[in-house]
Structure formats: structure tokens, C-alpha cells
Nanobody, 123 residues
Framework: QVQLVESGGGLVQAGGSLRLSCAAS????????MGWFRQAPGKERDFVAG????????LYADSVKGRFTISKDNAKNTVYLQMNSLKTEDTAVYYC????????????????WGQGTQVTVSS
């Protein structure tokens, strides 16, 4: 009952920037936290960043600290991921997720998922 739609992916050169957006609709009042995950070909889906709707608590994967920033606009039910200093290893499909109960780094903590948006970083 929560729908998530990601946008903003694309092709960028190493060192460049992209901003991803995740628009939430439906019973958004029931969700506690939002997260970004990514999955590269042949790899597992890994946590990138998370934020709570109320209070704005944040979590980041060590691999993106200092480069990525998660933010939100409660009035628009939208979460953003600003990605700077992109590296080729950031190439992946990026997924937005909503948790009813927690802000965490485990995919199992999240209850709803978007379809993903492709980010490709070239050298």
C-alpha cells in the first residue's frame, strides 16, 4: 500500500554527480524510514543510505560516506540521494525502499520497494 518510484539515474563520468529521487505514494504515513540500496550485476543488493521521515535520522554505508547525501521533503513525500565524486564501482541499479518499523542496513528491514533506476559511471 506504499508505492515507490525512482528517477534520476543515467550515465555519468567518474568524478561527476547525479541526484536520484524517490516519490512515495499511498499509505506513506505508515512508513517509518526510507532507504536506498544498490545492486550491481552478479552482486548482492547492498544498503547505501537511509533516513527517517520524522526527525531525519540518517545512516550511510561506509563506502559512500562523504560522497553521498540522503535528504527528504516530507511535504512532497520524496526522498533524494545526492551522489558526488562518483566512481565506476558505484555502477548499479539503485532501489528505493520503505520500512514500516525501522531504519536499518538490512534489506529485510524494508517492506516496499521501487523498480529501480540504473546508474552507470564510466571511466
Amino acid at each position: 500500500q506504499v508505492q515507490l518510484v525512482e528517477s534520476g539515474g543515467g550515465l555519468v563520468q567518474a568524478g561527476g554527480s547525479l541526484r536520484l529521487s524517490c516519490a512515495a505514494s499511498g499509505r506513506t504515513f505508515s512508513s517509518y524510514g526510507m532507504g536506498w540500496f544498490r545492486q550491481a550485476p552478479g552482486k548482492e543488493r547492498d544498503f547505501v543510505a537511509g533516513i527517517t521521515w520524522s526527525g531525519g535520522s540518517r545512516l550511510y554505508a561506509d563506502s559512500v560516506k562523504g560522497r553521498f547525501t540522503i535528504s527528504k521533503d516530507n511535504a512532497k513525500n520524496t526522498v533524494y540521494l545526492q551522489m558526488n565524486s562518483l566512481k565506476t564501482e558505484d555502477t548499479a541499479v539503485y532501489y528505493c525502499a520503505a520500512s514500516l518499523t525501522a531504519l536499518g542496513r538490512r534489506a529485510s528491514s524494508y517492506d516496499y520497494w521501487g523498480q529501480g533506476t540504473q546508474v552507470t559511471v564510466s571511466s
